[in-house]
Nanobody, 124 residues
């Protein structure tokens, strides 16, 4: 089993920035991909960004390209999500996910391990 713990959520102003972090523990040898998703009230969960833990290759949803950056942390099996130019529409619960990625890290439907989520609220 893999455990994922997110941190860094909170409130922000439109135009500002936030950085989310996710730390994986447990059977981390089994995961090759980590990613970030979000779900706003009344909306479906959407994949935002993913990263290959071995090579650091990144993948982004079209909706966030240019504003969101996923990166590997200094600590092993830690990833960050930098969100710039915050918009009120970014308000959502943000989830970290991990998988061994047999179909590629950007296959958003195949993630098995999930964190509890961290809330991001953006005011105008």
């Amino acid at each position: 089993q893999v455990q994922l713990v997110e941190s860094g959520g909170g409130s922000g102003q439109a135009g500002g920035s936030l950085r989310l972090s996710c730390a994986a523990s447990g059977d981390t040898y089994s995961i090759n991909c980590m990613s970030w998703f979000r779900q706003a009230p009344g909306k479906e969960r959407e994949g935002l960004a993913a990263i290959d833990l071995g090579g650091g290759i990144t993948y982004y949803a079209d909706s966030v390209t240019g504003r969101f950056t996923i990166s590997l942390g200094n600590a092993k099996n830690t990833v960050h999500l930098q969100i710039n130019s915050l918009k009120p529409d970014d308000t959502a619960m943000y989830y970290c996910a991990a998988d061994n990625g047999p179909f590629g890290c950007a296959t958003w439907t195949e993630y098995y391990y999930w964190g509890q989520g961290t809330q991001v609220t953006v005011s105008s």
